[in-house]
T-cell receptor, first 113, second 114 residues
């Protein structure tokens, strides 16, 4: 079954700690995205990547970092510089080009201890 | 900056009724997409409508697009309890060397009561 897998489903962060959220896809998509969703709100773009070893900042990249060493994987690190990390994080992928729908994982819910 | 804004923010209807959600946006678009999100899950793509299309159907879904008014509507006919979810519109935003990104509105929370 093709799809996107995010792990873990729930994650807790202590103050001063960096945590990494995993996102893996087997859809052979070139583009991958990370979004943040706060309660009752829409999605805000954190980072996106449309080719291996290259990625671009989205609207709210501060306090986050990513890597794209493999086409299938796009991990997101929430650093200690992100002072309000509690949110639902969604990873998505798509084919390149216009008119392509995005396919989403089931999210990781991050909370502060 | 938010491109798409859904209206209403929340909608409650009885099973069997139709549900209509609206999306307004600010700048020119190439296409507009609608997504659905069940509570605590990821988004699922429902339908895409291009800027040169006025109406599109998919099963019980009907989407319209009025580029002169910069608005779109999603109609779900004969709603079911299983349609209870949040619905988002997404408009294409930045075009760069590789492709484009989408901007999602805050969504409409639909509750279908049995």
């Amino acid at each position: 079954d093709g799809g996107i897998t995010q792990s873990p489903k729930y994650l807790f962060r202590k103050e001063g700690q960096n945590v990494t959220l995993s996102c893996e896809q087997n859809l052979n998509h070139d583009a991958m995205y990370w979004y943040r969703q706060d309660p009752g709100q829409g999605l805000r773009l954190i980072y996106y990547s449309q080719i291996v070893n290259d990625f671009q900042k989205g609207d709210i990249a501060e306090g986050y970092s990513v890597s794209r060493e493999k086409k299938e994987s796009f991990p997101l690190t929430v650093t200690s510089a992100q002072k309000n990390p509690t949110a639902f994080y969604l990873c998505a992928s798509s084919m390149l080009g216009s008119n392509q729908p995005q396919h989403f994982g089931d999210g990781t819910r991050l909370s502060i201890l | 900056s938010q491109q798409g804004e859904e209206d209403p923010q929340a909608l409650s209807i009885q099973e069997g009724e139709n549900a209509t959600m609206n999306c307004s946006y600010k700048t020119s678009i190439n296409n507009l997409q609608w997504y659905r999100q069940n509570s605590g899950r990821g988004l699922v793509h429902l339908i895409l409508i291009r800027s040169n299309e006025r109406e599109k159907h998919s099963g019980r879904l009907r989407v319209t697009l009025d580029t002169s008014k910069k608005s779109s509507s999603l109609l779900i006919t004969a709603s079911r309890a299983a349609d209870t979810a949040s619905y988002f519109c997404a408009t294409d935003a930045t075009m760069n060397n590789y492709g484009q990104n989408f901007v999602f509105g805050p969504g409409t929370r639909l509750s279908v009561l049995p």
